[in-house]
C-alpha cells in the first residue's frame, strides 16, 4: 500500500488478490486465500472501504468462509457477528445466517444452528412454524402441492422450468438446504 499511492492503483490490486483467493479457494487452499484476502483488505484505507460496501462485505465473508475451511472454526464463528454489521442488504445477511449455521453445525450446535437458520428466514420474511402440529400441517399441504403440480406437468417437463433467479428466493432456499441434516 505504501508503494501504490493511487487510489486506482491500488483498488485494482486489491482486486487481484481477491481473484487470487478466488483461486486459492477453489483449490481448497484457504489459508493461502486468507493471506490473499488480507492483503486485499489491506490495500485500501477503512474510509475507501466506506465507499465500496458491496466489495467490502464480499471480502469479509470470503475470509471468514475460508478461515473456516481452513479449520479456524472458533475464529470465523467469532467474525460473523462482524458480517452481520457489514451485510449490504438482506441477501448478503442471509449468506451470513448460512455461513454461522454451518459453523454451528460443525460444532455441533444444531439447535442453535435451526435457530440462526430460523432467524435467517425470517429476514427474508418466511417465517417457519414452531409447533409441531403446524409444521406437519405445513408439510401436509407442501406435499399436496408438489402433487397437485406433479399430476398437472409430467416429471420430464420439470427440467424445463424457469431457473430461478431472484437473489432472494435464491437466499432463502439456501437456508432452506441448511436445515437438511446431511
Avoid at 486485499?40 to 470470503?62: D, H, N, V, Y
Avoid at 452481520?84 to 448460512?98: E, G, Q
Avoid at 454461522?100 to 427474508?124: C, F, H, M, N, Y
Wanted: proline letters at 6%; one cysteine or more; a negative charge.
Amino acid at each position: 500500500r505504501a508503494r501504490a499511492n493511487d487510489f486506482y492503483e491500488r483498488s485494482a490490486l486489491s482486486l487481484f488478490n481477491q481473484q487470487a483467493a478466488q483461486r486459492a479457494r477453489r483449490s481448497a487452499a484457504y489459508a493461502t486465500a486468507v493471506t490473499y484476502l488480507a492483503i486485499s483488505a489491506g490495500l485500501l484505507s477503512p474510509s475507501e472501504w466506506e465507499g465500496l460496501p458491496a466489495p467490502r462485505f464480499e471480502l469479509a465473508r470470503m475470509r471468514v468462509e475460508c478461515l473456516f475451511l481452513a479449520g479456524e472454526v472458533e475464529r470465523a464463528s467469532g467474525l460473523c457477528e462482524e458480517l452481520f454489521a457489514l451485510a449490504p442488504d438482506r441477501v448478503a445477511s442471509a449468506s451470513v445466517y448460512t455461513l454461522k449455521a454451518q459453523i454451528q453445525e460443525q460444532q455441533s450446535r444444531l439447535g442453535d444452528s435451526v435457530a440462526t437458520i430460523l432467524r435467517g428466514l425470517s429476514e427474508l420474511s418466511l417465517e417457519m412454524p414452531t409447533e409441531p402440529a403446524q409444521i406437519e400441517q405445513g408439510i401436509g399441504a407442501g406435499i399436496g402441492k408438489l402433487l397437485a403440480h406433479l399430476e398437472r406437468m409430467p416429471i420430464e417437463k420439470l427440467a424445463e422450468l424457469p431457473r430461478l433467479t431472484d437473489p432472494e428466493r435464491i437466499a432463502t432456499t439456501d437456508l432452506l438446504f441448511q436445515l437438511i441434516p446431511p
